[in-house]
């Protein structure tokens, strides 16, 4: 069992940045791939970034990459989404998730969820 909380959303302007944090509970942390995901009002949850148990590999959606850079602190058992050069269509309720295995950019592959963090980026 993983037990997941957001920080770190806000509002920002555009062209601004923002760190997310995922705190992670439990000793399992490390044998879960972290992924991050979003929610814009009216629309499906939509993937943004993943990375491995290891931390030596990440996965994002073309509409972060470059801007976007995931990553995971095994001692602090937290994962991190750094958000860069944001967008207003970049608004949304973000969410960490974790999977038993890489590779899953939807929303049935993760098992564990938080609670989510609200993004907001003004024009």
């Known amino acids: 069992q993983v037990q997941l909380v957001e920080s770190g959303g806000g509002l920002v302007q555009a062209g601004g940045s923002l760190r997310l944090s995922c705190a992670a509970s439990?000793?399992?942390?490390?044998?879960?791939?972290m992924g991050w995901f979003r929610q814009a009002p009216g629309k499906e949850r939509e993937f943004v970034s993943a990375?491995?148990?290891?931390?030596?590999?990440?996965d994002s959606a073309d509409s972060v990459k470059g801007r976007f850079t995931i990553s995971r602190d095994k001692n602090k058992n937290t994962v991190y989404l750094q958000m860069n050069s944001l967008k207003p269509e970049d608004t949304g309720i973000y969410y960490c998730a974790a999977a038993p295995g890489w590779g899953r950019r939807s929303p049935p592959g993760y098992d564990y969820w938080g609670q989510g963090t609200q993004v907001t980026v003004s024009s």
């Open positions: 990375i491995t148990r290891s931390g030596s590999i990440t």
């Open positions: 439990g000793r399992a942390f490390s044998s879960y791939v």
